[in-house]
């Protein structure tokens, strides 16, 4: 198959287009025919192997152990371990899958069924793939960290972000009142997907205007 493949931390020039032998499932595991990946700023840390803390997370101190990047994924299940309950083949499907090695640059990556999710049918592949890693930083941050509730008031500085744009559509899902801080040029995309009201930070400094929020 063909993969996005790098040895040596660096640039994107550091990237190369390789064949690789096929991955093969484990019990526990699916095949997956990727049809779409997108990259996160932890696939670019990763790949420049910057700030240093990140070589000892996820990889080598001089060189990268996880040689093909790409945590956010979607596609097709082409094969499944014997103890893979939940998918089947042809299954569409999406998910984080960094806490299984990373390898989403690929044509083909195996994942636990756990890091997966099927597709809802109204959502392209791309669309998916876009979704797993800033959504779930998001419920991580607003639900599981923040235990949001319906009528707070959340206050979300950099609402037009990769991260923002779920933080303000989730924290409007759990009925909160949403404040978000963004630049001029995105008020208007911003108020579209929800936002209650909106603060631009180049003409107003919102940790001066004496309003108190429940989470932030």
């Not at 960094?98 to 109204?122: H, R």
Request: one cysteine or more; charged letters at 20%; a negative charge.
């Amino acid at each position: 198959m063909k993969a996005i493949v790098y040895e040596r931390y660096g640039s994107p020039d550091v990237l190369k287009l390789k064949e690789v032998e096929n991955p093969i499932p484990k019990d526990n595991e699916v095949l997956i025919k990727v049809h779409a990946a997108s990259a996160n700023a932890a696939d670019w840390h990763i790949l420049r192997g910057e700030p240093f803390l990140v070589r000892l997370m996820v990889g080598g101190l001089l060189k990268p152990k996880i040689k093909i990047l790409g945590a956010d994924i979607a596609g097709w299940v082409e094969a499944v371990g014997r103890n893979v309950k939940q998918l089947q083949p042809g299954d569409e499907i999406f998910g984080d899958i960094s806490e299984c090695g990373w390898g989403g640059f690929a044509e083909y990556v195996c994942a636990s069924e756990n890091a997966l999710v099927l597709k809802p049918a109204n959502i392209s592949f791309e669309e998916a793939a876009a979704i797993p890693m800033a959504a779930i930083t998001v419920l991580q941050g607003l639900r599981d960290k923040g235990k949001i509730q319906s009528g707070q008031k959340v206050l979300i500085n950099g609402a037009s972000g990769g991260v923002g744009t779920f933080a303000v559509q989730i924290a409007k899902s759990f009925g909160a009142e949403v404040i978000g801080v963004c630049s001029t040029g995105k008020l208007d995309m911003v108020r579209s997907i929800g936002a209650d009201q909106v603060i631009d930070y180049t003409q107003e400094d919102f940790t001066q205007n004496g309003q108190r929020y429940d989470l932030i």
